[in-house]
């Protein structure tokens, strides 16, 4: 049942981060300073996934530099301080909540369907990462000096545009929303 469950949220967490996504709009109360303050916040998330993603090799190797060798999912990180970002700009501490716990239920379940998926896959070598760097909160130390460098034909090849696309759609949409609605 639970595996079940596991599979069906990490299948679906695009479409369910949409839903937590409409939410804290319709319910939001941004205002100019919100706006502004939520600013270097949803930077330092899509900092973070585009440093990740200029890492990444998506099935073909265990990715264990530059931020992988911080935290194991930083791209979730990444979608993380977005997200907690808008949650900020909706100025309700109760969204900001809301949008805690719903990525956690969220990611959390994708995060244990991904690991099962590569402990499957890479075995022991996974096995060793996975007690050496922890799943989400990065570690203070851990980067060390790799023959993998950062691309950013792989920023390219894994769509991060499509994030930027997301983030700018709605941050315009907020902007509306706290000068035209609120």
């Not at 079940?4 to 409409?22: A, E, K, Q, T």
């Not at 690991?115 to 922890?134: K, N």
Request: glycine share 8%.
């Amino acid at each position: 049942m639970l595996k079940s469950f596991r599979h069906f949220v990490g299948y679906h967490r695009i479409s369910l981060s949409i839903v937590v996504g409409i939410v804290l709009y319709v319910f939001a109360m941004p205002t100019p300073w919100t706006i502004v303050a939520s600013l270097p916040i949803i930077l330092l998330g899509e900092g973070i996934r585009i440093w990740s993603s200029g890492y990444i090799t998506k099935n073909k190797a265990l990715v264990q530099n530059g931020p992988y060798a911080l935290t194991r999912h930083p791209l979730y990180l990444g979608n993380f301080v977005i997200g907690l970002g808008f949650a900020v700009m909706t100025a309700k501490m109760s969204l900001i909540i809301l949008y805690c716990v719903a990525f956690g239920m969220i990611y959390f379940s994708t995060i244990a369907e991904e690991e099962e998926s590569l402990r499957e896959r890479f075995g022991q070598e996974f096995s060793e990462y996975a007690r050496q760097v922890p799943p989400f909160i990065p570690r203070p130390t851990g980067i060390t000096n790799s023959h993998m460098r950062f691309q950013w034909e792989r920023v390219k090849g894994h769509r991060e545009y499509k994030t930027w696309l997301a983030i700018g759609i709605f941050l315009v949409l907020m902007v509306f929303k706290s000068y035209y609605v609120s």
